[in-house]
């Protein structure tokens, strides 16, 4: 089967400015995660998304920060405008079901670099 | 909130040495424990997990882990390095039980370089 996708796999912009996300979970899987992993730390959740709705938001920085999953299969993550610091590679995974016990696959991430 | 540290950022190893990272979580719930490894370029991939039973698990690649709940701890070990195993090592954990949402609490990581 077919992995995570994500896109693009790099972006670099200058501080102030709009970025955008884009994350194609495989197929069928109905939980979808973002995470952020800054450069010499491990990743950290931003959001988590259930079929269409959001389960999890409280990591998110909602004053620069959005995303959405409209039709319950691909998202994708905003950020607006941006800062210095949201440099980082921003991590798509999904999950096949609601069972903890089942594994979480990630994408290729997107490298952001804000200048 | 539970939290994970992974006590090693930089472990340099001559091939067939053997390998040991120390993961160490605080939760006073029941948590399910997973090692991820990200190779040079490319992405996250799961190397082992526990979720309960047997706490010394076995994943692939040689990789094992032992959980020892009173120690809070789920350290990686393997008994001879290849330089193929020169990558990032992340554990994580994540709460079990209803409303848990699978969310995933990563350590910082350890860079391991294997020397050929």
């Known amino acids: 089967e077919a992995g995570v996708a994500q896109s693009p796999r790099y972006k670099i912009i200058e501080k102030r400015q709009s970025v955008a996300f884009w994350c194609n979970p495989i197929?069928?899987?109905?939980?979808l995660y973002w995470y952020q992993q800054i450069l010499g730390q491990g990743p950290k959740l931003l959001i988590q998304?259930?079929?269409?709705?959001?389960?999890?938001d409280s990591q998110l920085p909602k004053d620069r920060f959005s995303a959405e999953r409209l039709k319950g299969v691909d998202s994708t993550l905003k950020i607006q405008p941006a800062k210095l610091e949201d440099s980082a590679v921003y991590l798509c995974?999904?999950?096949?079901?609601?069972?903890?016990?089942?594994?979480?696959?990630f994408g290729p991430g997107t490298r952001l670099t804000v200048l | 909130a539970q939290s994970v540290s992974q006590h090693n950022h930089h472990v340099i190893l001559s091939e067939a040495a053997s390998l040991e990272l120390g993961c160490n979580y605080s939760?006073?719930?029941?948590?399910?424990l997973f090692w991820y490894v990200q190779y040079p370029g490319q992405h996250l991939q799961l190397l082992l997990k526990?979720?309960?039973?047997?706490?010394l698990v076995k994943g692939i690649k040689g990789f094992e882990a032992e959980f020892i709940k009173s120690k809070f701890s789920f350290n990686l070990r393997k008994p001879s390095v290849q330089w193929s195993d020169t990558a990032e090592y992340f554990c994580?954990?994540?709460?079990?039980?209803?409303?848990?949402?699978?969310?995933?609490?990563f350590g910082g990581g350890t860079r391991l370089m294997v020397k050929p």
């Open positions: 994580a954990v994540t709460r079990r039980g209803n409303n848990a949402g699978n969310m995933l609490t």
């Open positions: 939760y006073g719930g029941t948590v399910n």
């Open positions: 998304f259930q079929n269409n709705g959001v389960v999890d």
């Open positions: 197929s069928g899987h109905a939980t």
């Open positions: 995974a999904s999950i096949g079901g609601q069972s903890s016990y089942n594994e979480q696959f």
């Open positions: 526990y979720f309960s039973g047997d706490p």
